[in-house]
């Protein structure tokens, strides 16, 4: 098992930044993809930005391609989304999803491990 916990959500004005982390413990090479989804009141989990195991492969969502970086640090067993640029539009609960596979996937379902969310809001 992979245990996942998010950290850094909170409430930040438009045009502003936030980094969110994602702490991995457990069985962590079961995990070698890590992703980030989001989920807005109302509306479906959402693929935001996945990386491979090395790092040197990532994936982004046209929304956020240009805002947001995702990175890693393995010493660490940590993930990250840097968060720039932030639109109203960006409120959601974020969460942080590990993968069996090796290959970077979008689709929510294609991901093992979940963390519990973190809430990140932007006012206009």
């Known amino acids: 098992q992979v245990q996942l916990v998010e950290s850094g959500g909170g409430l930040v004005q438009a045009g502003g930044s936030l980094r969110l982390s994602c702490a991995a413990s457990?069985?962590?090479?079961?995990?070698?993809?890590m992703g980030w989804f989001r989920q807005a009141p109302g509306k479906e989990r959402e693929f935001a930005a996945a990386i491979n195991w090395n790092g040197d492969i990532t994936d982004y969502a046209d929304f956020v391609k240009g805002r947001f970086t995702i990175s890693r640090d393995n010493a660490k067993n940590m993930v990250y989304l840097q968060m720039n640029s932030l639109k109203p539009e960006d409120t959601a609960v974020y969460y942080c999803a590990g993968r069996r596979g090796t290959v970077v996937r979008r689709g929510p379902h294609e991901y093992d491990y979940w963390g519990q969310g973190t809430q990140v809001t932007v006012s206009s």
């Open positions: 457990g069985r962590t090479l079961d995990s070698p993809t």
